[in-house]
């Protein structure tokens, strides 16, 4: 908002509302919005997205994230979404098959991958667990999926993993779960010798082998600019929802250190920043 001239506090005020994973309070929070009034309403997540489109069928909303606008029923078109909502789609199907895609391609010899996901979150991440679980299977690979809910389960499902001797493991999008902690997964996967691809970056930051998902800073200059745009009276109805139009590729090299990797030049052709 900055960069488009605006300054918090002068031209625009922001009144957050976090559930923190707590999708009880998201209708309430949607209608504490609604009768502020609020001028826009940016949700992001699958389950504030339909607590937003519930409280309201005339205020503006923004989404963030979204997974699959036209398929959940939110909007009638991308091109015409409408009613009273636009936004900018994920893009984290495509995501998902890629990044086993990626993976496999790094670990030619790849047979059997553990998949974690957020289970507090189920109705946002099935479609993702199942894009990712269906990559695997075009490229014969087995996969398991397992839910996890907070951090003690995942310090389970991690000796499930250790036990069982899968090859390699995928984390979805889940800081909720590892919180500040995000060299935990990479420590644990290092150490066994088990390569990862991760949604999140700031594991890979912390250690982790790769990630790849759309680029989050870029998806949210979009909503900026949807918000200038509704802010000057432009609808929700007259504005197409927005693809990513960049997705990144991060590899740590003390990672393909550890694990012995040999990145190959179809995998590093596509790196748009390797870390240490």
Do not use: C
């Not at 990862?196 to 949210?220: K, P």
């Not at 000057?232 to 090299?253: H, R, S, V, W, Y």
């Amino acid at each position: 908002m900055g960069e488009l001239g605006y300054v918090e506090g002068r031209d625009f005020a922001v009144e957050w509302k976090i559930a923190d994973t707590k999708n009880e309070l998201l209708p309430g929070m949607a209608a504490d919005l609604v009768a502020m009034p609020a001028d826009v309403i940016v949700a992001e997540s699958l389950n504030a997205q339909l607590a937003a489109r519930d409280a309201t069928k005339t205020v503006p909303i923004v989404f963030v994230l979204s997974i699959d606008p036209v398929g959940d029923g939110f909007i009638a078109s991308q091109a015409h979404p409408g009613g009273n909502i636009t936004g900018v789609r994920a893009g984290t199907i495509e995501a998902a098959e890629k990044r086993v895609e990626i993976l496999k391609q790094a670990v030619p010899g790849l047979s059997r991958l553990a998949v974690i996901w957020n289970g507090n979150q189920p109705t946002t991440f099935k479609p993702i667990v199942a894009a990712t679980v269906g990559a695997a299977r075009a490229l014969r690979i087995e996969s398991t999926a397992f839910a996890v809910l907070n951090l003690e389960e995942l310090d389970k499902t991690l000796d499930q993993i250790a036990r069982d001797r899968f090859d390699a493991l995928v984390l979805l999008p889940a800081p909720t779960i590892y919180r500040d902690q995000p060299a935990r997964i990479a420590d644990f996967a290092n150490r066994m010798g088990m390569p990862q691809a991760y949604a999140d970056e700031d594991v890979v930051r912390a250690g982790g082998l790769m990630s790849f998902n759309s680029n989050r800073a870029v998806q949210y200059r979009l909503i900026a600019d949807f918000v200038d745009k509704i802010f000057k009276g432009a609808l929700p109805a007259d504005l197409p929802f927005q693809e990513p139009t960049q997705f990144d590729l991060i590899i740590n090299l003390t990672a393909v250190e550890k694990l012995g990797l040999a990145i190959p030049p179809s995998v590093s052709a596509r790196v748009t920043e390797w870390v240490r």
